[in-house]
């Protein structure tokens, strides 16, 4: 009897092996279908780190002091299964017209973005940079959910490819 326990054991062993050893992964990314190199993705990502909704827009949590506030909005993210050897610039746009009807587009004067959205850079070695902006919220009101819309607009070229899902991006934020 304990001879069946063992083979059954061993019979499980093996099959797990040879059933999950097609998997390759390589720093979080996995290319099951081939064993070659995909092509290179760019995609926002939300403050989790999570693939961006197109469709809904991610709450970013503000602080009632001080006035202005240095808020992380997300990622952009470089997906490939090697890392990048040259900076990767990428550009962004805001589309704040296509916002949904619930959300008020964010005052241009109520902000300023860290880096400029058309000069976001991957820089070589990394896989993600920052959307980051300053806000001023004295200017705003308090009982508004704002809102921003992202959408990749030039992925910087070298055959670089925007994420078929992730490539808008909506955040909305609230004055406590």
Same mark, same amino acid.
């Given at each position: 009897m304990k001879f069946n326990s063992y083979l059954?054991?061993?019979?499980?062993?093996? +099959? +797990?092996?040879?059933l999950t050893g097609c998997l390759k992964e390589h720093?979080?990314?996995s290319n099951t279908v081939q064993n070659e190199q995909p092509a290179n993705v760019v995609e926002l990502l939300r403050i989790n780190q999570r693939l961006a909704s197109p469709t809904a827009?991610? +709450?970013v949590p503000l602080a009632a002091n001080p006035v202005e506030e240095n808020i992380l909005l997300g990622y952009v993210r470089f997906g490939s299964l090697t890392l990048p050897t040259s900076p990767v610039k990428i550009k962004l746009k805001l589309n704040n017209a296509a916002l949904p009807a619930a959300l008020t587009p964010l005052p241009a004067t109520a902000y300023t973005f860290i880096?400029? #959205?058309d000069n976001i850079t991957i820089e070589p070695g990394k896989r993600m940079a920052e959307i980051r902006i300053v806000i001023k919220?004295? #200017? #705003?009101?308090? +009982?508004v959910n704002y809102g921003l819309r992202f959408e990749?607009?030039?992925?910087?070229g070298d055959g670089n490819l925007p994420h078929s899902l992730a490539r808008v991006y909506m955040v909305s934020v609230k004055v406590p």
């Open positions: 059954r054991i061993i019979y499980i062993v093996v +099959a +797990a092996f040879s720093n979080g990314f827009a991610t +709450a880096t400029p #959205l919220k004295n #200017l #705003l009101t308090s +009982a990749i607009e030039d992925t910087g």
